[in-house]
């Protein structure tokens, strides 16, 4: 068990590029969340999945965002356009399966700095 | 989703309990209280959950009132890296296909005094 592993860990970008983040759950995970987390608040939930398929999304998660696992395993959530408002702390967690006893978790983040 | 509440942030000296409450007077029955926290510039870490009864692990203890209706992370004896802010969340046994994803609030930040 090696963790939830998120590339990369700092991102520095102007406005208007497009970013990408990367996350590898831990082995076998089925389930895949995303969250975004701007100073002093508590993380926000942006979508998440059930091995491959994209079961919800908030209504945080703009146009310009989106995500995908391709093959159940690692994801990417891609930023197009960027804005200044984007900068904050990109979260992915894993469990193993559907069930609120079950622990859920987290990655040390990909820090996202728009400017 | 069931809604928790906790102080905004809380002290303690190093090597003492520390008691954080939560109170979650709208709690349903399948609901779960679980407790994570964030260490500065990290993801969000388990600490631990229950249902009803009270729980112990490595990290802390988890004392859950007996009509549900609040609930107290302990920490038997407070370290300066356990200043982080923790998050009390309540989760519920989704039915099929319904995600019991993690809503968190802001949790309680707790400095600890050397």
């Known amino acids: 068990d090696t963790g939830v592993s998120q590339n990369p860990r700092h991102k520095i970008t102007k406005r208007g590029q497009n970013v990408t983040f990367r996350c590898d759950p831990i082995?076998?995970?089925?389930?895949l969340y995303w969250y975004r987390q701007t100073l002093g608040q508590g993380p926000e939930f942006l979508t998440y999945?059930?091995?491959?398929?994209?079961?919800?999304k908030s209504r945080l998660l703009s146009d310009r965002f989106s995500a995908e696992r391709p093959k159940g395993s690692f994801s990417t959530l891609e930023i197009q356009r960027t804005e200044q408002g984007d900068s904050a702390m990109y979260l992915c967690?894993?469990?193993?399966?559907?069930?609120?006893?079950?622990?859920?978790?987290f990655g040390e983040g990909s820090w996202l700095t728009v400017v | 989703d069931a809604k928790t509440t906790q102080p905004n942030s809380m002290e303690s000296n190093e090597e003492e309990p520390v008691h954080l409450p939560c109170n979650h007077s709208?709690?349903?029955?399948?609901?779960?209280i679980h407790w994570y926290r964030q260490l500065p510039s990290q993801g969000p870490e388990y600490v631990i959950h229950?249902?009803?009864s009270n729980v112990n692990n490595r990290m802390a203890s988890l004392a859950i009132a007996e009509d549900r209706k609040s609930s107290t992370l302990i920490l038997h004896r407070a370290t300066l890296r356990d200043a982080a802010v923790y998050y009390c969340?309540?989760?519920?046994?989704?039915?099929?296909?319904?995600?019991?994803?993690?809503?968190f609030g802001k949790g309680t930040r707790l400095h600890i005094l050397p």
């Open positions: 969340i309540l989760r519920d046994v989704p039915p099929m296909n319904r995600d019991d994803k993690i809503i």
């Open positions: 709208t709690i349903s029955g399948t609901d779960y």
């Open positions: 999945f059930q091995n491959e398929a994209q079961l919800e």
């Open positions: 967690a894993s469990t193993l399966r559907q069930g609120a006893g079950n622990t859920i978790y």
């Open positions: 229950g249902l009803t």
């Open positions: 082995s076998e995970h089925n389930r």
